[in-house]
Every structure is written in structure tokens, then in C-alpha cells.
């Protein structure tokens, strides 16, 4: 079945610094912990994890609307396929909001809930290494 987790963060950074450290599509690592090693070979992006490697594709990097959008065409960390992420970074005064959008499918229902909480922890740690890096 398709699921969306919709998640949204304050960040006490500049929006612009923000967006440059999103929307570079490399140096993931840098922001979100799960991931240790993180390259780019023009649209596709395989960022690397304790458990294996990410293979992931570069659908939209819109700098006017600041929205970066990518699939995740392989992963060994959820039991979720068909995932497609979305962050918007907006400004907000002297802050960022950053919405991050997680849509997938998900085959035993009875594991949404985990997935959900893990996702959740997951951008809210991202969020706050994207704060540390753009301040």
C-alpha cells in the first residue's frame, strides 16, 4: 500500500545556506548520520550506510522554488520500495522550514508504524545536521 510521511523542521540557519547544502545533491554525510560516504555520477547518487549502499536518482533540483526531489531505487534499511523523497526549503524570518516528504509503498502494514518512526527520527536528525552545517 502507498504511504506519505510528511515531516517539518525548523532549522536556525539561513535558508539559502540551507538550500546549498540540500540542493549540491553530494556531501549527504556531512548532515544526515545515518550515512557514512556519499558520491554523485551526474543524476544518480549512491550514498553508503552501515548496512549497504543507497542507490539513488536525482528527479528535481529546482533552485527557484527550492525543491529537491529524488528516488531511492535501492536500500537495506527499511522494508519500503517504490520511494520517492521530496525536501522544500522555504525562508522563514532569520530561519528555514524545511518540509521533507517521504512517499513509498509498503507491503506488511503491520511495519508502518516502525518505518514511520525511523523515518521520523531519521529527517529530524538531518534537519539538525543541516542546522549545524549551514549556521
Known sequence: MEKIIS??????????????????????????????????????RVCLTEKGA???TILKVDNENQVFQYSIDSQPLLP????VGTMQVKEYGE????QWDLKF??????LFETVKQAIEE?????????EKLSK
Open 122 to 130: 531519521m529527517y529530524t536528525a538531518g534537519a539538525s545536521g543541516l
Open 7 to 44: 515531516t517539518l523542521h525548523t532549522i536556525n540557519a539561513p535558508a539559502g545556506k540551507v538550500w546549498a547544502n540540500i540542493s549540491k545533491a553530494t556531501g549527504v554525510n556531512e548532515w544526515l548520520p545515518v550515512i557514512t560516504a556519499c558520491h554523485l555520477d551526474g543524476d544518480k
Open 95 to 98: 530561519q528555514t522550514k524545511l
Open 105 to 110: 509503498t509498503i507491503e506488511d502494514e503491520s
Open 80 to 83: 519500503i520500495e517504490s520511494v
Open 54 to 56: 543507497m542507490n539513488e
